[in-house]
């Protein structure tokens, strides 16, 4: 639903052309191209690295802000229920094939996001500038498979001048794209397991969210059901709040004897007629 609502500029899939009126100045909270041609809002890693790589280098204090309300809110719930790219992945991923578990190696690759956040989102548009001072958007142009999908093919597609300026970097970008809809068939969403930039930033607020997990130990029988039932492969009863876990709520509904809660927060204690403290509803 909320890939609909944030694409919903139709015009752009006819014209080719992409809207930048002012709702263009917001962000969406999901990695959605700014270059798709029905995107209303911007990308936050998109405005990031805008920010980051302009003539005069600014401290994003609209982007980091936004999300850290974002993160410190709910974390990754974005990944879990409102990223277009995050649906994308799931939808490919229920294709029937066998599917893969990632053992614990291979598994350390979810390491990779972190690096690439601190690479291409932060340091080369920082550093990397031409003659003018400006950096460019290293993550959108060298590796961001979600913007060659979403913005990359539709552009082409739609405009004649642009499909005889393509060269090895539109071939290298629908390279990545094609690995990253082959492994999404029997791997569960691995551009948000490895590489996310975004996915890596609302993962660092998992633990200490507004809206997070708790299990309740004199219900847990350590059975792990949820750990198993987990497409992430969260080992939910141990830890529930995993910086990969996407807040999907599988776990929840999978447990036999109801022990994982979502953590509500604590409203404000006012005093009752009684003189007693309860919550403010
Ligand atoms: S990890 Fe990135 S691509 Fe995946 S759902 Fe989250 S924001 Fe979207
Ligand atoms: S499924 Fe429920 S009871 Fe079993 S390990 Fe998970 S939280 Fe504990
Ligand atoms: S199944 Fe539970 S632990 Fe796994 S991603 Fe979903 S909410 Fe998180």
């Known amino acids: 639903m909320t890939a609909i ?7 752009g899939f006819s014209t080719g052309k992409i809207y930048t009126g002012k709702m263009k100045k917001i962000c969406v909270p999901g990695l959605n191209c700014y270059s798709c041609p029905g995107a209303l809002g911007s990308c936050p890693i998109g405005s990031l690295q805008a920010v980051i790589g302009g003539i005069k280098y600014q401290f994003s204090f609209y982007m980091i802000g ?12 974005v990944c879990g229920w409102l990223c277009p790219f995050g649906l994308i992945q799931e939808l490919i991923h229920k294709i029937p094939l066998p599917k893969l578990k990632v053992n614990k190696t291979f598994n350390k690759l979810k390491y ?3 690096l690439i956040l601190v690479i291409f989102v932060f340091l080369l548009p920082m550093f990397w ?25 539709p552009l082409v597609l739609l405009n004649k001048p642009l499909r005889a300026v393509i060269g090895f970097l539109y071939t290298w970008k629908i390279a990545l794209l094609v690995i990253t809809v082959i492994l999404s068939i029997f791997i569960f969403r691995p ?3 490895f590489i996310c930039p975004l996915g890596a930033i609302y993962s660092l607020f998992n633990p200490i969210s507004l809206y997070r997990l708790k299990i309740d130990s004199d219900k847990c029988t350590s ?3 949820c750990s198993r039932k987990c497409k992430m492969q969260v080992d939910v009863y141990k830890n529930p709040n995993s910086l990969e876990c996407i807040r999907c709520g ?3 509904s999978s447990c036999p004897q109801n022990a994982i809660e979502i953590v509500k927060p604590k409203l404000p204690l006012v005093k009752n007629s009684k003189n007693n403290l309860r919550e403010v509803k």
């Open 5 to 11: 609502i944030t694409n919903l500029h139709l015009k």
């Open 66 to 77: 936004l999300l850290m309300l974002i993160g410190s809110l709910v974390g990754r719930f």
């Open 112 to 114: 990779l996001k972190y």
């Open 129 to 153: 500038v031409n003659i003018v001072g400006m950096g460019k958007p290293t993550f959108c142009e060298f590796i961001c498979p979600a913007g060659t999908l979403e913005g990359g093919i």
């Open 191 to 193: 551009f948000c397991r």
């Open 223 to 225: 059975c792990g059901i």
């Open 250 to 252: 599988e776990c929840i």
